[in-house]
């Protein structure tokens, strides 16, 4: 993993350095055409006009390639995540080589990364941490609600002196050391500053760290450390250097869907849970979460039939966790992956072209190309039902349901004991 | 992921994704027969496409063992096969209804009848998020999609992963699934569904008044919506499935690797595999966890 690492950050350094030379002399507003370089992607036709170029099949290439990555890793996630973002608020996030500041760029994409985050952990946990003047500060508590992470962090965006490594990671240690055992324990770092002003031996809070079993990964602003990497090495998290404003939300983004679930790094376990019915609208009944006597817009503990006003939380009145089932749901198309679709090869259409359908079975699209000859699409290999390319790529990230297996009551496996 | 589609075009042109429950097994046992629902349906879309002439009106039929299209009002001649009174939209889809049901019946033959007596839903609502996909991506300009799920069978709590996908795709994209469900029973999903993409859940006191129902509070685009009064929630029931015996459950235990819902404790996961320590009956609370630092 981490020889894949290197490998990845120099090549991201080649490309930056092409990248220079191609842009050289122009101001960073220029720049920003010369990206995109719209002209490239025009093409002349029969007829001498400039059309668009058709690229839908090099798309396709490279998202089934993604497909095939992915569908190969197995499926045991780590669902269940406590996160702490560590944010580097020293002078060194006040730095203008990112716009408008280090700082500002950072607390953008972290909040853009909270909303994600709870959106693919559903039942997880962040909370945040901010460095400055030497010492690390506990910004927001662990807690599932995005908004008020959000709040306090845009809250508190001032920077002063110096970073401390060493005292961000004892601060988080210690409140990660008390989660549940099934937890996944993690720790981001978004790390501007070029070195760490620490009261003691920081190779020992790194032992600590991995002996509590505790993720670390860092995103660094400025230029690799060695002490950053060896927390990474050490603890089995990430080290990436983020060039530009770009790669670094890719590279927080990154963090967002549940990591591979490590049997040593968090203990299975089942917990006991409640799914509470929404009350109707018209309902009135005293929450036992604020003692108030509410109308509608509440939910009631299945044990003891308490309301309370909020989910995920927990039963004042008989302890039971109480989560909304949707919540969980979300996460289940990792569990039941929808398998590649097969390309439907060419040369079959010519022997067969009468029996092939003539339409997507998703979305009706004409599946011929120009001149009615048979365009490229895919099928399902479980349902035999044709797909256009569009649909083949909606269906496996978005979607994440075959339309044709769902449509066929016979061919259809229970899902719990697939996988 | 799915983008979310632009806002550019005129907000009170509608697409209408119609899902229509041909089940047999309800049919036959309700007091509305189909027939009359039918006629019910079909007025109800005639009207539709009147109240603006660039709305569009799309009927996929979700039966006991396969889901088809039925109707598509952009690829249907409009006027032109009028064979004696009818409209061109009742006679195109009943014509398509009658093969679709047909065949719907021959592979209910085939296949052995066991377990509820369900209809695909999971399968019309992925088409019908398909064929929305393809219109958000024919450009900025297009009609304000939603689906109507006109339901009378009960839940196939087996589809439970797949409907609640669906449902996640459509928030995503921002398409509201409205229900109107004919069975005697409230249905968990629908009720879900409309509740978490924003549309309306309704069940009919009255089913022979399906038309008044029909039009009052699903003909009005997405935008004039807000001026109506919508039906009052009479609650979401958000119980789930477990995935070991399929049955609907309001507490249960679920897996911490995977999240996997069972009603009863076993030793390892059949999901994910994970073999499981003692049982640890409830997540400690945030409340004592902040307790316990503090001491600290
Ligand atoms: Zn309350
Ligand atoms: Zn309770
Ligand atoms: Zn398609
Ligand atoms: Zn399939
Ligand atoms: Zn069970
Ligand atoms: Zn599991």
């Known amino acids: 993993m981490n020889n894949g690492d290197q490998r990845r950050l120099n090549g991201e350094l080649e490309e930056d350095e092409e990248d220079e030379e191609n842009n050289d002399g122009l101001a960073a507003w220029e720049r920003a055409y010369a990206d995109e370089r719209s002209w490239e992607s025009l093409q002349e036709d029969e007829s001498g006009l400039l059309r668009p170029i058709d690229n839908q099949s090099l798309q396709h290439a490279q998202y089934r390639r993604r497909l095939r990555a992915a569908s190969t890793t197995r499926i045991q996630k780590g669902l269940i995540r406590y996160l702490y973002i560590v944010i580097d608020l020293s002078k060194a996030a006040s730095e203008m080589d990112f716009r408008p500041s280090r700082m500002g760029v950072v607390a953008k994409h972290v909040e853009a990364f909270i909303r994600e985050y709870f959106y693919q952990n559903p039942l997880s946990q962040v909370g945040l941490v901010t460095i400055k003047d030497g010492v690390a500060h506990i910004l927001t508590d662990l807690g599932g609600s995005p908004e008020s992470h959000v709040k306090a962090l845009m809250g508190k965006l001032e920077c002063s002196g110096d970073a401390s490594l ?37 190779m020992e809070t790194i032992q600590k760290c991995k002996k509590s079993k505790i993720r670390c990964s860092v995103i660094g602003l400025s230029a690799e450390i060695f002490i950053c990497k060896h927390l990474c090495q050490e603890t089995g998290g990430s080290y990436y250097i983020a060039l530009d404003e770009s790669h670094l939300k890719d590279l927080i ?6 990591p591979p679930a490590i049997a040593e790094f968090a203990i299975a376990n089942l917990i006991k849970m409640g799914f509470p019915q929404r009350a109707a609208e ?37 302890g039971l966790t109480l989560i909304s089932s949707p919540h969980l749901a979300r996460s289940y198309h990792h569990l039941f992956p929808i398998v590649p679709f097969d390309e439907v090869s060419l040369s079959l259409f010519i022997d067969q072209q009468n029996k092939l359908p003539k339409a997507c079975f998703g979305c009706q699209q004409s599946l011929l190309g120009p001149g009615n000859k048979p365009g490229l699409h895919v099928s399902c290999p479980k349902c035999k039902q044709h797909f256009c390319l569009d649909c083949d790529i909606y269906i496996h990230e978005s979607l994440h349901n075959c339309p044709g297996c769902d449509s066929t009551r016979h061919s259809k496996i229970p899902t719990a004991n697939e996988g | ?30 007091s509305l027969p189909f027939s009359k629902f039918l006629s019910h349906v079909l007025t109800f879309l005639n009207s539709i496409l009147l109240l603006n002439q660039l709305n569009q009106v799309v009927v996929i039929a979700t039966g006991y063992s396969s889901c088809s299209y039925i109707y598509d009002s952009t690829s249907a001649p409009s006027h ?26 021959q592979l209910l033959k085939e296949a052995s009848a066991e377990g509820t007596p369900s209809s695909l839903l999971s399968g019309s609502l992925s088409m019908a998020l398909c064929y929305i996909q393809k219109v958000f991506r024919s450009g900025p300009m297009h009609p304000q999609p939603r689906i109507l799920c006109l339901q009378g069978s009960s839940d196939g709590p087996d589809q439970y992963v797949a409907i609640m996908n669906a449902i996640f795709s459509a928030q995503r994209s921002m398409v509201p699934i409205d229900s109107c469900y004919m069975g005697s029973h409230n249905s968990a999903f629908l009720q879900q569904a409309s509740y978490i993409t924003g549309g309306v859940y309704l069940k009919p006191q009255q089913p022979d008044g399906l038309l008044q129902y029909l039009t009052t509070v699903f003909a009005t685009d997405l935008h004039s919506r807000a001026f109506l009064q919508l039906p009052k929630s009479a609650g979401v029931d958000f119980r789930a499935s477990c995935f070991c015996h399929k049955k609907t459950i309001d507490t249960g235990y679920i897996c911490s690797v995977c999240l996997s819902i069972f009603c009863k404790h076993h030793k390892k996961c059949s999901t994910c595999g994970s073999v499981f320590g003692q049982a640890q009956s409830e997540v400690p609370s945030s409340t004592n966890r902040k307790r316990k630092a503090s001491d600290t």
């Open chain 1, 253 to 258: 983004l990154e963090h967002a869907p549940p």
């Open chain 2, 1 to 30: 992921m799915a983008s979310v589609p632009s806002k550019l075009y005129a907000d009170d042109v509608s697409l209408l994704m119609v899902l229509l429950d041909t089940n047999p097994f309800f049919w036959s046992s309700s």
């Open chain 2, 80 to 105: 032109g096969s009028d064979q004696g009174r009818m409209p061109a939209l009742c006679s195109n889809l009943l014509q398509k209804l009658e093969e679709f049901v047909t065949e719907d019946e």
């Open chain 1, 166 to 202: 060493q005292n961000a990671l004892d601060l988080v240690q210690g409140y990660l050391n008390q989660i549940p055992s099934y937890g996944h324990r993690e720790v981001l770092i978004m790390y501007s500053a070029l070195s760490t002003c620490d009261p003691g031996d920081i």
């Open chain 1, 282 to 318: 018209s309902s009135v009944a005293i929450c036992s979460c604020h003692k108030e006597a509410k109308v509608g817009d509440g939910y009631t503990c299945p044990r003891c039939k308490a309301r309370v006003c909020e989910l995920p939380t927990e039963c004042r009145i008989c």
